[in-house]
């Protein structure tokens, strides 16, 4: 059964930094993109960062020069390294990857979901 953990959410001060961790474990084959999204709520999920096999991103415009998305390849883990945060990054982050499944080919996994809460 494969599944990804989440761990690293919690509450800061606007202003201080969070780093998220996401580990894919169980029988894998192979981890193609990997990724953070985030829900707030009464808003839909939506792209914070997202990372290739081979190391080229893609952020969101509200999060732009503030987090960092970085991935471990041998240890099928993916990290968002969150600065400078402010109130409205307050939201349920959740971790994504594609996984290979033999005769599937790639399908999308999810994360449970950590919280992170920025006060003002």
């Known amino acids: 059964q494969v599944q990804l953990v989440e761990s690293g959410g919690g509450l800061v001060q606007a202003g201080e930094s969070l780093r998220l961790s996401c580990a894919a474990s169980g029988r894998i084959f192979s981890v193609n993109d990997m990724g953070w999204y985030r829900q707030a709520p009464g808003k839909q999920r939506g792209l914070v960062a997202a990372i290739t096999r081979g190391g080229s991103t893609n952020y969101a415009d509200s999060v732009k020069g503030r987090f960092t998305i970085s991935r471990d390849n041998v240890k099928n883990t993916v990290y968002l390294q969150m600065n400078s945060l402010k109130p409205e990054d307050t939201a349920v982050y959740y971790c994504?990857?594609?996984?290979?499944?033999?005769?599937?080919?790639?399908?999308?996994?999810w994360g449970q979901g950590t919280q992170v809460t920025v006060s003002s």
């Open positions: 994504n990857a594609k996984l290979f499944a033999p005769g599937r080919g790639y399908e999308d996994y």
